[in-house]
């Protein structure tokens, strides 16, 4: 892992970032990219997967990760409760929105962890995994260790802009392969189309699940400084392909790149001899690229509504992503039902009592935001079924 004070040097989507803000011409440069097959590490095709990134909600994989590491060592079961602190109802969008106090099930959190990307229930599972959320964020980072993610740092569950949580199109598919090979009993969370609760359906942000043929996970994300980043998977004829894509500057972007990836990977008749071990290119050294001048202005903002319909969703310009003419297949989720102990709490008879004492918030730190997170654009997520017009443009 590379200590903060060694990243020294610039890379060059940062530097093409400043030259854009500069108002000067720049050409169009490629972002980190990487398809492999998880049952064998092979990896199909790969470039930049060694620059430094912002993983944004992919965070999220590590937060689902390190939870299933807790559940396989009988730490806690899927019905132990997650109670929502104090410091979790402070963690800036998207989030769920309930009250400090409330009681759902860790499968519940995990549900919404992965497809709402809710944060302030990624603070929450932490906290109920390891009782508070730096003790969760120094097992994030021993599992990343020791999976071999030799340039990723977190410092955070859920994924919101700090400049000293980073990542690589590289470490992120050895997570990615370590979820698919360790616990193939728990992918059904990944390939979950929508979660309900009350009369509200809320879609995914993966828009290959139910569009792109054997689409089946796993993660999206989106903060201004990274762009929109996926790892996207997908099985056809028994067979797992994962693409990690990152930096894109749409939703669009993502999906239609993601499914290029999948598409040429299955595609693909000659055998690679390059794994995940052995990916060409030298170790990054510097900052996370920083996006925000590309992805995060008025015009670029007002170019993710261009090739929409007038229903304000994305029209896709490929025939590998289809058109979702159902309502995605929802997962119920909501508060109690709950049984058992974690680090937070404690339900005995359905009532529920504080097991641990959690840390008063912490004092949120906007420089640390970018506006991505806290600003609600209004914009559909391209999904054809309504989708509250309030939903920010994040995961």
Not at 232 to 245: D, H, I, M, P, Y
Not at 357 to 384: C, H, I, K
Request: proline share 6%; net charge negative; hydrophobic share 45%.
């Amino acid at each position: 892992m590379i200590a903060p004070t060694a990243r020294r040097t610039m890379p060059a989507r940062t530097a093409a970032a400043l030259v854009l803000a500069l108002g000067l011409p720049i050409a169009a440069e490629a972002a980190p990219a990487l398809v492999f097959e998880p049952a064998t590490g092979s990896v199909l095709h790969h470039e930049q997967a060694h620059d430094l990134w912002s993983p944004a909600s992919l965070t999220k994989l590590m937060t689902a990760y390190v939870t299933f590491r807790a559940l396989e060592a009988g730490e806690l079961t899927l019905r132990s409760p997650v109670r929502v602190t104090a410091n979790a109802v402070s963690t800036p969008p998207s989030r769920m929105g309930y009250p400090s106090g409330s009681i759902m099930t860790v499968d519940n959190a995990i549900k919404m962890v992965i497809v709402r990307s809710a944060n302030d229930i990624a603070v929450a599972l932490g906290e109920a995994v390891a009782g508070s959320e730096a003790a969760f964020v120094a097992r994030m980072n021993e599992e990343a260790a020791r999976l071999g993610m030799t340039n990723t740092n977190f410092v955070n569950p859920h994924g919101l802009h700090d400049e000293q949580q980073y990542t690589t199109a590289r470490d992120m598919a050895v997570l990615a392969r370590a979820l698919r090979t360790e616990f193939a009993d728990r992918a059904d969370y990944f390939s979950i189309e929508a979660i309900s609760f009350g009369e509200q359906l809320i879609p995914s942000y993966n828009l290959l699940l139910g569009r792109f043929e054997g689409a089946d996970g796993m993660k999206t994300g989106f903060v201004c400084a990274s762009g929109f980043n996926l790892v996207a998977s997908a099985t056809r004829g028994g067979r797992t392909l994962v693409a990690v894509v990152m930096g894109t500057e749409s939703q669009k972007e993502r999906a239609e790149k993601s499914a290029t990836l999948l598409q040429d990977g299955f595609s693909a008749e000659a055998a690679t001899t390059v794994d995940l071990d052995s990916v060409p290119g030298t170790d990054a050294d510097g900052v996370p690229a920083d996006l925000r001048p590309v992805v995060c202005t008025d015009e670029a903002r007002a170019a993710r509504w261009d090739g929409r319909d007038v229903d304000g969703n994305i029209v896709f310009d490929t025939a590998l992503i289809g058109t979702m003419d159902r309502e995605p297949r929802a997962a119920r989720v909501g508060l109690g039902g709950a049984e058992g102990a974690s680090m937070t709490a404690i339900v005995l008879g359905g009532a529920a009592i504080d097991a641990y004492p959690v840390p008063a918030p912490r004092p949120y730190r906007p420089s640390l935001a970018s506006e991505a997170e806290m600003e609600r654009y209004q914009l559909r997520p391209g999904f054809d079924v309504p989708v509250p017009a309030s939903r920010p443009e994040s995961g």
